[in-house]
């Protein structure tokens, strides 16, 4: 159990948050496990509810109120819907940091945060292990997609189609950059997130090969670390408070006019989360943290923002493209047309957008494997949604739901494309 003191700081911090929720239910109308189970629980007024007078739920059932509580994607739909401006994700995020402070993290959380992610160089040792073997369980399941499936991990990641990871990660291809600004004038700090680094790397390169276009600068420094947000979902606040001082320390000393990353979720995290949860870090910390928070941004918005690219004509044989928006980019960062203006900016692809082009893909990091089926209902309507397009590609900003929109596909048995836009940008240079 955590320090008890601390433990009930965080609680009278967390009640002063859940008096904002009027319980007005708009958020019923936004929620993708709602939507899929019509229960008050697994709505956020439900949840919030649930978190009233927690310090007395503590004692009569924490594993329920957590189990309760995981129920959720934390994908922030919630939260931009609410009219009264309720932190949802906040109060979620704390409330099961508290939860697991009073229980203790799971001995397999533990292994794989505290052991390994918190290390980024043993990490990056184990993955580069895992890719030299990964043929030997491992079939291919979908040419087009690039998806794998795998017989004997179905215990573990059940049904899924996945993408083996890449064979020569981005740090090794690229240990480290510093390049001066050339025609643009900037420069950037470069912060491709894991699934970039490891098993997304074509979004890594075609990153770089943008930046070199436009006489872009890089700081790409050895020794990043996760972004924290995989520890801190499930309420492992002392890995998640290790990760962003690893990368503190990463980015330490470098010039840069912004920390650009391709990965929604990463980038969410840096510019509102890790200042959201600065005050549990030291005063030069919470300095270095609001530097970095104000400098961060999605590649599509540096792009399509920043460099004052023009989309040309579409080509009259273009390749049909649709869109899906990631939640951590359209929600809470509200970037949506520039995504749009990278793939405007290939004439080989003209645009077709999707019904639901904003709805959840049911990824939520590990609720994808926690609660799989939940996931794949989800899953499937955006699936149905790709599909009934007609495109032939459908581009998103997240590696993590180009990873779970890749399974619904390749499991469909569906011929359809997966890309990042920069990706898409950069087959045009």
Not at 28 to 41: L, N, S
Not at 316 to 334: E, N, S
Not at 381 to 405: E, F, H, L, Y
């Amino acid at each position: 159990m955590s320090d008890l003191p601390e433990l009930l700081k965080q609680l009278g911090e967390l009640d002063d948050q859940l008096v904002t929720c009027m319980r007005c239910g708009t958020c019923q109308a936004v929620c993708p496990m709602y939507e899929q189970t019509g229960r008050e629980a697994d709505v956020a007024r439900g949840k919030i509810a649930l978190l009233e007078g927690l310090a007395y739920k503590l004692v009569k059932d924490p594993e329920g109120v957590q189990d309760k509580l995981s129920r959720c994607l934390l994908c922030g739909s919630c939260a931009a819907s609410c009219p009264s401006g309720v932190k949802v994700l906040d109060i979620f995020i704390k409330a099961r940091s508290i939860l697991v402070a009073y229980l203790g993290l799971p001995t397999v959380k533990k292994i794989i945060f505290r052991g390994m992610l918190t290390k980024p160089g043993l990490f990056d040792g184990l993955m580069s292990l895992a890719a030299k073997f990964q043929g030997l369980f491992t079939s291919p399941a979908n040419d087009v997609i690039g998806t794998s499936c795998s017989r004997l991990l179905q215990p573990i990641i059940g049904e899924r189609h996945f993408r083996l990871l890449a064979k020569t990660p981005l740090h090794r291809e690229f240990p480290s950059l510093d390049t001066p600004a050339g025609a643009s004038g900037l420069k950037v700090a470069f912060f491709p997130g894991c699934m970039v680094d490891k098993m997304y790397t074509g979004i890594g390169e075609a990153s770089l090969k943008v930046f070199k276009h436009h006489g872009v600068g890089v700081f790409l420094p050895a020794g990043q670390a996760c972004c924290g947000i995989p520890a801190l979902a499930s309420g492992d606040m002392d890995s998640y408070l290790t990760l962003v001082r690893e990368n503190l320390a990463a980015f330490k000393g470098g010039s840069f006019d912004a920390l650009v990353t391709p990965c929604a979720s990463c980038t969410s995290t840096i510019k509102e989360v890790w200042p959201m949860l600065s005050d549990r870090m030291s005063p030069s910390e919470q300095k270095a943290i609001k530097a970095i928070a104000e400098k961060t941004m999605d590649i599509n918005a540096f792009v399509a923002d920043k460099l004052g690219v023009v989309p040309p004509e579409p080509a009259a044989d273009a390749v049909t493209v649709t869109m899906h928006d990631p939640c951590h980019l359209k929600k809470a960062l509200g970037v949506s047309a520039q995504p749009r203006k990278l793939v405007a900016m290939n004439s080989k692809y003209v645009l077709k957008e999707m019904a639901g082009a904003d709805t959840c893909c049911g990824c939520g990091g590990s609720f994808t494997l926690t609660h799989a089926d939940m996931s794949a209902k989800i899953g499937q309507r955006k699936r149905d949604n790709i599909k009934n397009s007609g495109a032939q590609v459908v581009a998103t900003g997240c590696p993590a739901c180009m990873m779970q929109i890749s399974d619904m596909l390749s499991r469909n048995g569906d011929n359809i494309s997966v890309k990042h836009p920069i990706e898409i940008y950069a087959e045009s240079l």
